[in-house]
Every structure is written in structure tokens, then in C-alpha cells.
């Protein structure tokens, strides 16, 4: 996995997490707003399907699941020192063994 520069996630505290979480005071944030709080928290502090709505909002892509893992080429990616990965780097980022099937299809207009 790629190193960058780029700023650390803070811990915030499971029970201020936890609070955060269930408060739901998150919902009524946008997109950049939610994407960059949780992004820089290290605890979850909303729901990962709306983090993950946000961060491809933000960064005008779809964002498979194991890109979360690493969260600093994510990071690095928001601040513009990366450009979007490519499918190969998408994939390369994958656990090694792990099989990937592809169906790509051409739809109509």
C-alpha cells in the first residue's frame, strides 16, 4: 500500500462516537461536510453507507468498498496531491488471492 503526506485521522472517544452516532445530529450536514468530519475522525460517527454516499459525492466517483482501507490515498486524493485512481490501482489495492470476477457490459442509449 502506497504511503502519503497527508493529515492523521483523530480519535474523538468511543463513548463521544457513540453519542455523535446515535444523536443524529449528522443529518442535516452536506455531503463535503460529513465526507470531511468523518474522514479525519477515527471512530465512525455516522452511518458508513452515508459516508459513503458522501465521499463519492465529494469526489465525483464511485468508491469501492475496499478503498476505505486505506483511507490516506482517500485523503490525499480529496486534497488534490493524487489525481483519481485508475482501475488498475483500484484493483491492485486488493488482498492478494482474492479473485475478481468482471462482467462489463455496453448499455444502449
Not at 21 to 41: A, C, K, P, V
Request: glycine letters at 8%; a positive charge; charged letters at 30%.
Amino acid at each position: 500500500m502506497k504511503k502519503y503526506n497527508v493529515r492523521k485521522s483523530r480519535s474523538i472517544g468511543k463513548e463521544a462516537a457513540v453519542e455523535y452516532f446515535n444523536s443524529g445530529r449528522w443529518g442535516t450536514l452536506s455531503d463535503e461536510n460529513i465526507f470531511r468530519m468523518q474522514l479525519y475522525t477515527k471512530e465512525l460517527i455516522v452511518p458508513f453507507g452515508r459516508f459513503r454516499k458522501a465521499a463519492e459525492t465529494v469526489l465525483g466517483r464511485e468508491v469501492c468498498d475496499h478503498e476505505f482501507a486505506n483511507l490516506d490515498a482517500i485523503k490525499a486524493e480529496y486534497k488534490k496531491k493524487k489525481g483519481k485512481p485508475t482501475f488498475s490501482e483500484i484493483a491492485g489495492e486488493l488482498p492478494v488471492g482474492l479473485k475478481v470476477v468482471m462482467i462489463i457490459s455496453q448499455m444502449e442509449d
